[in-house]
């Protein structure tokens, strides 16, 4: 039988908790479970189990999941890629925006805020690896991206994201983790969204201070 969802967050709680003190990290490390193409039932087992931050990264798929949980307590990160076009939605479901990647966007988004009178924790998602299918601001255009980002009174820039390419050997994600945490000291973010279900332990031991977990808690996602 497989493990319940209460199992699984209590294991990669502790997991996360090793790989803080064998890193070093002073800080906690902020869980975000990872629902994306995961039913509602599962989303309600992780928040009866304690779970309050969570991930998604559509903001169409969410539309039709986000009365599944409390408003009050939980906090909804989107970690997809968003279309200038969708930025009002998103600022009216999402909590945190992830994946703040042009000006452009960002301005969107500021707008959305102002006019729902919120200010909104952003990170802005970096591409350090030269993908074509990666989205992200390419590491040349970070530092403006960062000031344009600060010079928005309604966003709150909290830290930097990012997504390695995909490697079944994890230990090759690490430079990319040790890449983002330089980029991080040098624009001085207090956060580091890095790490997946596979690689959260090496992203922690370099300084995450947030990692996003689906597999590890909810199991295979459904193939469309
Ligand atoms: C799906 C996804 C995750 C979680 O991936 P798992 O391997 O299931 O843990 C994390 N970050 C982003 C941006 C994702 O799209």
Redesign the pocket.
């Known amino acids: 039988m497989a493990a319940s969802v209460r199992d699984n967050l209590a294991a990669v709680r502790e997991r996360i908790e090793r790989a803080r003190q064998r890193g070093g990290q002073p800080r906690p490390v902020s869980l975000?479970a990872?629902t994306?193409t995961h039913p509602p039932v599962l989303i309600r087992e992780a928040w009866e189990a304690g779970q309050r931050e969570f991930?998604e990264?559509r903001v169409q798929e969410f539309e039709q999941k986000h009365g599944v949980v409390e408003r009050d307590g939980a906090v909804w990160h989107l970690?997809?890629h968003l279309q200038s076009n969708k930025a009002r939605r998103a600022v009216q479901l999402f909590d945190v925006i992830?994946?703040v990647d042009t000006e452009r966007l960002a301005r969107r988004l500021h707008d959305a805020a102002s006019e729902a009178g919120r200010v909104i924790p952003v990170f802005i998602e970096v591409k350090l690896s030269g993908e074509a299918s990666k989205t992200g601001c390419a590491e040349s255009e970070l530092p403006a991206l960062a000031d344009a980002v600060r010079a928005l009174p309604r966003l709150d820039l909290r830290g930097l994201?990012t997504?390695p390419p995909y490697s079944e050997d994890a230990e090759r994600a690490r430079p990319y983790f040790q890449r983002l945490r330089d980029w991080g000291e040098r624009l001085r973010v207090p956060e580091l969204s890095m790490g997946?279900?596979?690689d959260?332990e090496i992203a922690i031991e370099e300084g995450a201070t947030l990692v996003?977990?689906?597999?590890?808690?909810?199991g295979e996602?459904p193939r469309p």
Not at 212 to 218: H, L
């Open positions: 975000v990872v994306k991930g990264n970690i997809g992830e994946t994201m997504m997946m279900s596979h959260f996003r977990v689906g597999t590890a808690i909810f996602r």
